[in-house]
């Protein structure tokens, strides 16, 4: 198929002996973070970090996890050597990933081959060459050898007890260039007992409706059991693994998150969500697939990249509504504007409080939060206008509840949640020898105390922060806590220069929950402080902490 708008129709669900296809029964699926993701720039996996990650996987059910190259790469070699007494897997397959043996060599004597070996990894998966010119320009062999590589090494580390997958290197570009020849390294593969040969779009650079017609075509050609590897650099890995399962592939492969070189790899929650979820094709163990959101976050926090909110099932953003007219439709049937149940996924709805939010935001947001404001329309009416005059000043609280639970608290309550009452606070930043560093001071009531307290920093808000701890920690230890971990300045009004308005968002965590406040002022350090206070507010009442009088 070329050319034109391309459609899935219904009937490609179907057995359609004459295109290759078949009916789709049991999927496998292969993990690969630890091995190709890890090939993502700026990401470094310590053995710690694979062992950790290999434990989440197999928690998800993944079926298979392929956590390296033994022999290649020392730290690969040592995490073989450790998973195998310190993770007791109840779902996964651990898989080491090598390469055929050399051109003109023996594979019973090749040290690469005899490592994959020596890893006690039940399964190998053997990168093999399927593209005439890689064999030729990057091999410097002749195809007929490079045939006889795959052959060989497959068939040792069968009779060494191994069950073996092939991965075929830049398949999708070698079959457009010379299919008869890519075909053959399959049916070599196959032939000589691999279990599975899997197809890779290593370029990226195929669509679905290409991969889901080669697929079909080398299913019909060799009867082998085929799998997908999908790069993403036209965005279509996810798509191009679900149009080869539905062209007969039986294994999927791909990474948590999606990580990998360049644009990365098929992101194997989106993979499996789309299959179980809209497929119909169970590929994880009854219950796992609520897990995914959890899993994907944990991953995320090992790799120290930060969960992409707006990634699909998986992102803080995937099941957010912000306009007024999505929120009156959920109001009604949250099914109208959400393609699955966000739980399945183990995700959750949320209503992004705006000025672009009408009142039944305003009022689903409050009930989530123990508000009910559908009898009180006043109430109603007075914290929606409030929302929209604060954000026109230039607050944001779609991407700071805990502030917005603060203002509603406020309203709902009569009073704003307090648990000190401060009376002034300074700060004074200062270069000595090169080094910049602040001292602020703090004076506060808490308890029926009076509290001036000097806290150092290396710059304004980290000295204010300091302080400001250390005068109410006194009276509530449960600040003690509480750790900033994210900060962000905006400005509001560019144009101004230093005479801007600046908002400032603070991300807090007390260890297990984590939150967001704002604030605006005239100048970052009076941003800062509004987002501090509001901060160590949230996090006592989030503890359940009694107020004390001031």
């Known amino acids: 198929m070329s050319g034109g708008l391309f459609c899935w129709p219904d009937k490609l669900l179907h057995h359609r002996p004459e295109e290759g296809r078949r009916d789709v029964k049991t999927v496998h699926i292969f993990d690969t973070t630890m091995r190709d993701g890890a090939q993502q720039e700026g990401l470094n996996l310590s053995v710690q970090d694979k062992l950790h990650i290999a434990q989440h996987l197999d928690d998800l059910g993944v079926e298979f996890i392929e956590g390296g190259w033994p022999g290649a790469i020392p730290k690969d070699t040592e995490f073989f050597r450790r998973a195998t007494t310190e993770i007791t897997f109840q779902h996964a397959t651990l898989v080491a990933f090598g390469a055929t043996r050399k051109a003109n060599a023996i594979a019973a004597e090749d040290p690469q081959v005899l490592a994959l070996r020596d890893s006690n990894a039940p399964v190998v998966c053997l990168v093999a060459k399927s593209h005439d010119k890689h064999v030729e320009l990057a091999l410097r062999t002749t195809l007929d050898e490079n045939l006889a590589m795959v052959r060989d090494t497959v068939e040792f580390l069968r009779s060494e007890g191994r069950r073996v997958f092939v991965d075929c290197e830049h398949f999708f570009n070698g079959y457009l260039d010379n299919p008869e020849y890519a075909t053959e390294v ?45 790069q993403d650099d036209t965005g279509c890995a996810v798509a191009n693994s679900i149009a080869a399962v539905l062209a007969g592939a039986t294994q999927v492969q791909g990474t948590m998150n999606g990580y990998g070189e360049r644009t990365g790899n ?89 000025e672009m939010a009408g009142r039944a935001t305003i009022e689903l947001r409050g009930r989530d939060l123990g508000y009910d ?147 605006v002022g005239a100048n970052i350090i009076e941003a800062s402080w509004e987002a501090l206070l509001d901060a160590l507010t949230y996090g006592l009442r989030l503890h359940r902490v009694a107020a004390l009088p001031t």
């Open 266 to 354: 098929a992101n194997l929650i989106g993979c499996v969500a789309n299959l179980q979820l809209k497929l119909g094709i169970p590929v994880l163990p009854d219950g796992k697939l609520a897990e995914a959101t959890r899993i994907s976050h944990a991953v995320a926090e090992i790799t120290n990249y930060p969960p992409d909110a707006r990634q699909p099932y998986t992102g803080s953003s995937a099941f957010a509504h912000k306009a007024g007219l999505h929120a009156s439709a959920i109001k009604v049937d949250p099914d109208l504007y959400q393609h699955i149940d966000p739980a399945l996924v183990g995700n959750d709805m949320r209503l992004l409080v705006s």
């Open 186 to 230: 399959v049916r070599t593969a196959a032939a000589a007992g691999a279990e599975v040969v899997v197809l890779c779009d290593t370029n990226g650079g195929m669509l679905p409706h290409q991969v889901g017609d080669i697929v079909g075509k080398v299913l019909a050609d060799t009867g082998a059991t085929l799998g997908i590897h999908a």
């Open 373 to 519: 404001m559908a009898g009180n329309p006043t109430k109603l009416a007075r914290v929606t206008d409030r929302v929209k005059e604060m954000e026109q000043a230039g607050y944001t609280f779609e991407a700071a509840d805990a502030s917005f639970e603060l203002l509603l608290a406020e309203e709902m309550e009569g009073a704003r949640p307090s648990y000190f009452d401060v009376e002034s606070w300074r700060v004074i930043a200062e270069s000595t020898g090169g080094v910049a560093a602040a001292e602020a001071t703090v004076k506060v009531r808490a308890g029926g105390e009076r509290f001036a307290v000097i806290g150092e920093g290396n710059g304004p808000v980290n000295a204010l922060d300091h302080a400001l701890r250390q005068a109410i920690e006194r009276v509530y230890p449960d600040v003690a806590q509480f750790r900033l971990t994210d900060f962000r300045v905006r400005i509001l009004d560019q144009g101004r220069g230093t005479d801007s308005i600046t908002r400032v968002l603070i991300e807090t965590t007390d260890g297990k929950d984590s939150w967001v406040t704002v604030g």
